[in-house]
């Protein structure tokens, strides 16, 4: 089983539709959690961490499971713009840090 | 904030050219820094881990001696890419972190590396 583990997608959704992606993790004592966004050959950007009581970012809004071990991405009206792929991160703190991407969901948002 | 530069962008040279990369935090000390490499349509590979001051921390499958990382001071690391040949062609990523674990990676705009 993979580390993290996400949909690759491709999602097509149009304009103003809400969209989740859900990202799984292996390891329990992960501790940290991060949403990226990619565009097509370029950097990943930060987009958003995901905290314990979920967290909200104007139409963004993270969510963090510990007993199922997922993290979730909300996306409400989407924008042309938002077409992108999203990368999950996990990180294991403490003595051995560890940190892992997943292989990202594509979202392509349709006019 | 939380700006990293990585130079140079684009790189084409021959087989056997050595290349090096800059990645450099501009406003905060990054601690630890990261070195990945991204093939088309995959996702990022992390390569290898380096605080400053210490030898870098290559993952399973990366030849420490062929992809040398410097990491001198709290705001540079180099990566350096020996004899490179055309299956070093990839896009190489690097990241910096200030803090502990818990702080997210800031990513430098990438350098796109084409070996003929």
């Known amino acids: 089983r993979k580390e993290v583990e996400q949909d690759p997608g491709p999602f097509n959704v149009p304009e103003g539709a809400t969209v989740a992606f859900n990202c799984t993790y292996s390891n329990s004592a992960s501790q940290s959690f991060f949403w990226y966004r990619q565009d097509c050959r370029k950097e990943p950007k930060l987009l958003m961490s995901v905290y314990s009581s979920g967290n909200e970012d104007g139409r963004f809004t993270a969510q963090l499971n510990r007993a199922s071990q997922y993290i979730s991405l909300l996306i409400r009206d989407s924008k042309l713009s938002d077409s992108a792929t999203y990368l999950c991160?996990?990180?294991?703190?403490?003595?051995?840090?560890?940190?892992?991407f997943g292989i990202g969901t594509k979202l392509q948002v349709i006019p | 904030g939380a700006v990293v530069s990585q130079h140079p962008s684009w790189v084409i040279c021959k087989s056997g050219t050595s290349v090096k990369i800059e990645c450099r935090s501009l406003?905060?000390?990054?601690?630890?820094m990261f070195w990945y490499r991204q093939f088309p349509k995959q996702s990022l590979m992390l390569m290898a881990t380096?605080?400053?001051?210490?030898?870098?921390?290559?993952e399973q499958g990366v030849e420490k001696d062929k992809f040398l990382i410097n990491h001198a001071s709290l705001t540079l690391s180099t990566l350096t890419v020996t004899s490179a040949h055309p299956e070093d062609s990839s896009f190489y990523i690097c990241s910096a972190r200030g803090g502990g674990g818990g702080q997210p990676q800031h990513f430098g705009d990438g350098t796109r590396l084409s070996i003929l």
């Open positions: 380096s605080n400053e001051g210490s030898k870098a921390t290559y």
């Open positions: 991160v996990v990180a294991v703190l403490g003595g051995y840090q560890k940190v892992t």
């Open positions: 406003d905060f000390q990054a601690t630890t």
